[in-house]
């Protein structure tokens, strides 16, 4: 699809998706708004500006991959897969009934325009790593770009992931941490310390860029530079700082909203303020 590289154009987008999110989640009654929210920005350029993707070919071979890692963020994939013209975009209200094709995790089986069915934290790199190993090995030049929560890292299954990509000098695949500092239980530096985070991934042998992952001619600028690094042999992560619930002032910052669906009052207030 052709790319959008105006950034008031890609901030007007980022308030229709969190829209849709907030939507989607209070229809359903559950879902994931703080990490979708948090997302938001990162999705919406990777999806409109960066990767290739064509949504009347989508098994086209040589497409970009997409792997969502942290499953549970679902609202904000399907929003933009709607905006992207996957399926339309009244499917949306069908979030997490019990026949919708949209469940609360990505399911392939259910919807094929997913590559992979993710959700057990840990395993969407796992997963992403064996992707990028086969389009190495079938010489198709694609990129695999993987997201993943920074709660995500207290898995030691990512570990193990980030030394075999290492080792198979894996560099077609982009890692992404969603870096928003809160997991379910609370902040991560109170349930598992991952600082100093960089330095960790550069003894694994990565190359890693940081970016303020709400900015958006910050985050244009580094998934150029990301894959320049990438094309050269570079295995990369992209450490991304955000807010959890970013765009609604009484999510920000807090555990209370990475699951947990708004009563109508708190709809309404947030809706307000994303209009």
């Given at each position: 699809?052709q790319?959008?590289?105006?950034?008031?154009?890609l901030?007007?987008?980022?308030?229709?998706?969190?829209?849709?999110i907030?939507?989607?989640?209070?229809?359903?009654?559950?879902g994931?708004?703080?990490?979708s929210?948090?997302?938001?920005?990162?999705?919406?350029?990777?999806?409109f500006?960066?990767?290739?993707?064509?949504?009347?070919?989508p098994?086209?071979?040589?497409?970009?991959?997409?792997?969502?890692?942290?499953?549970?963020?679902?609202?904000?994939?399907?929003?933009?897969?709607?905006?992207?013209d996957?399926?339309?975009?009244?499917?949306?209200?069908?979030?997490?009934?019990?026949?919708?094709?949209?469940?609360?995790?990505?399911?392939?089986s259910?919807?094929?325009?997913?590559?992979?069915?993710?959700?057990?934290?840990?395993q969407?790199?796992?997963?992403?790593?064996?992707?990028?190993?086969?389009?190495?090995?079938?010489?198709?030049?694609?990129?695999?770009?993987?997201?993943?929560?920074?709660?995500?890292?207290?898995?030691?299954?990512?570990?193990?992931s980030?030394?075999?990509?290492?080792?198979?000098?894996?560099?077609?695949?982009?890692?992404?941490?969603?870096h928003?500092?809160?997991?379910?239980?609370?902040?991560?530096?109170?349930?598992?310390n991952?600082?100093?985070?960089?330095?960790?991934?550069?003894?694994?042998?990565?190359?890693?860029?940081?970016?303020?992952?709400?900015?958006i001619?910050?985050?244009?600028?580094?998934?150029?530079?990301?894959?320049?690094?990438?094309?050269?042999?570079?295995?990369?992560?992209?450490?991304?700082?955000?807010?959890?619930?970013?765009?609604?002032s009484?999510?920000?910052?807090?555990?209370?909203w990475h699951?947990?669906?708004?009563?109508?009052?708190?709809?309404?207030?947030a809706?307000?303020?994303?209009?």
């Amino acid at each position: 699809m052709q790319a959008i590289s105006d950034v008031e154009q890609l901030s007007q987008l980022c308030k229709e998706l969190r829209r849709d999110i907030l939507d989607m989640v209070y229809i359903a009654g559950s879902g994931h708004i703080g990490g979708s929210f948090s997302a938001t920005e990162l999705m919406s350029v990777l999806f409109f500006n960066v990767m290739h993707h064509d949504p009347q070919n989508p098994q086209d071979e040589n497409r970009d991959r997409f792997i969502l890692s942290k499953g549970h963020c679902t609202p904000i994939y399907y929003s933009i897969l709607a905006h992207c013209d996957y399926f339309p975009h009244e499917e949306l209200q069908s979030f997490r009934k019990i026949d919708s094709r949209l469940q609360g995790h990505p399911d392939k089986s259910k919807f094929p325009l997913m590559e992979s069915t993710s959700g057990s934290l840990g395993q969407g790199l796992s997963i992403a790593a064996g992707m990028a190993f086969a389009l190495r090995l079938k010489n198709i030049p694609a990129k695999i770009y993987c997201l993943m929560g920074d709660g995500e890292l207290d898995e030691g299954q990512v570990w193990e992931s980030f030394a075999t990509i290492n080792k198979y000098k894996l560099s077609n695949l982009i890692i992404i941490i969603d870096h928003n500092n809160i997991q379910l239980g609370g902040s991560n530096e109170d349930i598992k310390n991952l600082e100093p985070l960089k330095e960790k991934f550069t003894s694994f042998g990565f190359t890693v860029l940081e970016v303020d992952g709400h900015t958006i001619p910050a985050l244009l600028e580094i998934f150029t530079a990301a894959k320049k690094e990438s094309d050269e042999g570079k295995c990369m992560i992209l450490i991304a700082h955000t807010i959890k619930g970013k765009g609604v002032s009484f999510m920000e910052n807090t555990a209370f909203w990475h699951g947990i669906a708004p009563n109508k009052e708190e709809y309404e207030k947030a809706m307000q303020e994303l209009e």
